[in-house]
């Protein structure tokens, strides 16, 4: 059963850190995209993030300041998030295309996690 759970969410003041987790249980990630997703309250799921065996991507929001990793021994990817802004704050979810070869280039997520809540406040 292919199961995503998100982790490590919680408050943090602006520019703070934090690193979300994204345990991937039922398939082998590192042969498929895994990307990371946000929803803040009233506004629509944003990608921020992608990552393949072949290549990666970052929104422009996110750039320079989020960094996505995996650990294939734990079937696990994370998301380093660093100088955080209010405007972060979002629900935070990750996805994952189970396409054979998928890659970062147009994936379609068909499996979600539950989500994994960031605020960023003073």
């Known amino acids: 059963q292919v199961q995503l759970v998100e982790s490590g969410g919680g408050l943090v003041q602006p520019g703070g850190s934090l690193r979300l987790s994204c345990a991937a249980s039922?398939?082998?990630?590192?042969?498929?995209?895994i990307g990371w997703f946000r929803q803040a309250p009233g506004k629509e799921r944003e990608g921020v993030s992608c990552?393949?065996?072949?290549?990666?991507s970052y929104a422009d929001s996110v750039r320079g300041r989020f960094l996505i990793s995996s650990d294939n021994a734990k079937n696990m990817v994370y998301l380093q998030m660093n100088r955080l802004k209010p405007e972060d704050t979002a629900v935070y979810y990750c996805?994952?295309?189970?396409?054979?070869?998928?890659?970062?280039?147009?994936?379609?997520?068909?499996?979600w996690g539950q989500g994994t809540q960031v605020t960023v406040s003073s």
């Open positions: 039922g398939f082998t990630l590192r042969h498929y995209a």
């Open positions: 990552i393949s065996s072949s290549d990666g």
């Open positions: 996805a994952a295309d189970l396409r054979p070869r998928s890659s970062c280039q147009k994936p379609t997520y068909d499996y």
